[in-house]
């Protein structure tokens, strides 16, 4: 991702210290803020109270945790002790699969290692080369993502592709390029005009904060709405495609993505628009069936519905009365059905299990 320029990463190792650094995404698009993360328990925050967010992102970030818990036990790291610091940091957030998966992979990685000592850089080497495979995946969805836009490009008189997206999918959410916005990247790079309808995405507004801010560096057209404006702009003919990310897709097809996902689904089905999903194989859960039923779906302070933060971050604005509860689902489940296909880092598939066992065959 550019800034001003410069490449930026949403999280990067500090070589001169050996310490994880992080943007602060609470404090974008205002502030750029980068925050260091010491400890496990510093890990743990930045996923819980989304200084880090996003599905492939807050993986990368767990498996540094396991890296920082390493280092800070020095040469005498115990098993258990260890165990306990990854299970925290799985627990930090449920939805995204990818937490778990990179927890636990680096955690693979370290205990088969008889030799202590070298625990620690184990942990280093096997985050960074999750982040690095991130990168490549996101860099291919991007590539396979284009087909599809270049297609639709075609068959629009104007060559114009109106894309709809939620929340944020980007490079903030994984580490480069992202995964709905890689083939929006692709596109645009490649000259074909494309334009992004950003849904702002309450209560936490990653789509009005963090997409509009990461398309507007890449110079990419785009125009943030409301979160219900997307099914009338669908009835006018203003929307080719809908592209969207995951925290976690059920290898049968089922989408876990940021609340009001699947309203967006529901409204492109009805007016024959595609609705794409991109994701890397990081973000299948290959043990779940039903996502309706099966994927846990977190359920974060209602303060951030009854609140809305400000600039400066310090204040912030009730929005109803002061003694109305409300209710914070974070995600929502779209199923299968509504889903035209998967953009995957090897290919695009159909959103069910025989073609995503075509596409993953060595995962079953
Ligand atoms: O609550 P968030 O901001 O972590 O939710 C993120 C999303 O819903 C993204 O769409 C998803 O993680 C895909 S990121 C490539």
């Excluded at 260091?36 to 492939?56: C, F, Q, W």
């Excluded at 290898?251 to 794409?276: E, M, Q, R, S, W």
């Excluded at 509860?325 to 059905?337: G, W």
């Amino acid at each position: 991702m550019k800034n001003n320029n410069t490449q930026l990463r949403p999280i990067w190792l500090d070589t001169s210290s050996d310490e994880v650094r992080v943007i602060d995404q609470r404090a974008l698009p205002h502030q750029q803020i980068h925050m260091p993360l010491h400890s496990a328990a510093d890990v743990i925050y930045a996923i819980k109270e989304m200084v880090v967010r996003g599905a492939p992102l807050i993986g990368v970030t767990g498996a540094y945790g396991v890296f920082a818990a390493l280092k800070n036990a020095g040469t005498r790291p115990d098993e258990q002790g260890l165990r306990i610091a990854a299970d925290r940091i799985i627990r930090a957030r449920p939805t995204a699969v990818n937490l778990a998966w990179a927890v636990n992979r680096t955690l693979k990685a370290v205990l088969a290692e008889p030799d202590k000592s070298r625990w620690t850089d184990i942990a280093r080497r096997t985050a960074g080369e999750i982040a690095a495979e991130e990168v490549e995946n996101s860099k291919n969805i991007g590539r396979f993502g284009l087909s599809l836009i270049a297609g639709m490009a075609e068959k629009k008189s104007t060559g114009l592709v109106n894309i709809l997206t939620h929340c944020n999918a980007g490079a903030l959410a994984c580490i480069e390029y992202g995964t709905a916005t890689a083939p929006v990247y692709a596109a645009h790079a490649a000259g074909i005009a494309v334009h992004v309808w950003v849904d702002e995405t309450r209560p936490l507004n990653q789509g009005a904060r963090l997409t509009a801010w990461e398309l507007g560096q890449q110079g990419v057209p785009h125009t943030v709405i409301t979160d219900n404006a997307g099914g009338h702009l669908m009835q006018h003919g203003m929307v080719d495609m809908v592209i969207v990310g995951t925290d976690r897709s059920t290898y049968t097809g089922d989408v876990a993505n940021k609340i009001g996902t699947y309203l967006k689904a529901l409204a492109a089905k009805d007016n024959h628009i595609p609705f794409y999903v991109a994701l890397p194989s990081s973000t299948f859960d290959w043990t779940l069936t039903d996502g309706v039923a099966q994927i846990p779906i977190e359920e974060r302070d209602p303060d951030e519905v009854r609140y809305i933060p400000g600039a400066p971050r310090s204040r912030e604005y009730l929005l109803m009365p002061e003694t109305s509860p409300a209710a914070n689902y974070a995600f929502d489940v779209t199923p299968a059905r509504l889903v035209t296909g998967f953009i995957t880092e090897r290919g695009i598939c159909r959103a069910d299990a025989a073609d995503v066992r075509r596409m993953f065959p060595e995962k079953f």
